[in-house]
């Protein structure tokens, strides 16, 4: 059984880097369309039994559940911190739902494509043996983290996290994949993010939030668009 995960903070708190730009229920629907984007994603490329999504918050309960999606509860005890979140809903998912495949991705990747999901799940191979698969942002966080089974390795979000995944998956013995995938390399964290927004092919969601909501003019140098190939990818059987 294979599941994926994305974990979402309370929306109160969501995209706080962006808050010269964007007022707080601007950044809240932001996150909400982004996050639909990566949960249709998941739906559209067939690869899962569950699509979890993992919070304190009652309104990303609520939105998960209308897209399709499994919420879970952090429990209160927990310090609501991202690592936090996630290893609970790894051993929830591991030892309560059966699952022997976990992919966790972000919620703010607005151009992931059901392609980009199979990409990864391809990556973890046949089997039942352990393997990590990794695909770094770029400021060198963790895009896209693969786990056989769902707590093979400890999760460790944050600076350089796709550094410490890696040297975490090496350090246990596990074969670990990292692939290159420009659009999940692509997330949503400063103001000139927002500014490519406009120029990039978002998802659905995205878009009918931009279209609503136009950004303000931007106030920093754009960064140069990543150039998003098609990738073409047959799912295993």
């Not at 350089?160 to 995944?165: F, L, T």
């Not at 931009?210 to 668009?225: F, N, Y």
Request: net charge negative; with cysteine; proline share 8%.
């Amino acid at each position: 059984m294979r599941a994926a995960l994305i974990p979402m903070k309370q929306l109160s708190q969501a995209k706080m880097r962006l808050a010269d730009v964007l007022d707080r229920e601007q950044r809240a629907e932001l996150t909400l369309a982004m996050l639909a984007d990566v949960i249709a994603a998941c739906s559209a490329s067939g690869c899962f039994d569950e699509i979890a999504v993992v919070s304190n918050d009652s309104e990303v309960f609520w939105r998960a559940r209308e897209l399709g999606a499994r919420p879970l509860a952090e429990p209160a005890t927990l310090g609501g911190g991202l690592n936090e979140g996630v290893t609970f809903a790894q051993r929830y998912l591991g030892r309560r739902v059966a699952v022997s495949e976990l992919v966790i991705l972000p919620a703010d990747m607005p151009l992931v494509r059901a392609e980009d999901v199979r990409a990864v799940v391809d990556a973890l191979g046949a089997g039942e043996g352990p393997r990590v698969v990794i695909v770094r942002s770029r400021d060198n966080g963790t895009n896209a983290l693969a786990l056989r089974p769902p707590e093979v390795i400890d999760v460790r979000f944050g600076r350089d996290s796709a550094d410490a995944h890696a040297d975490t998956a090496r350090a246990a013995g596990v074969p670990l994949v990292e692939l290159a995938l420009e659009r999940l390399a692509f997330d949503v964290d400063a103001p000139e993010d927002l500014d490519a927004l406009t120029t990039l092919p978002v998802g659905a969601a995205t878009r009918r939030y931009l279209r609503a909501r136009p950004l303000p003019a931007p106030r920093w140098p754009s960064s140069p668009s990543p150039q998003c190939g098609e990738r073409d990818a047959e799912r295993s059987p």
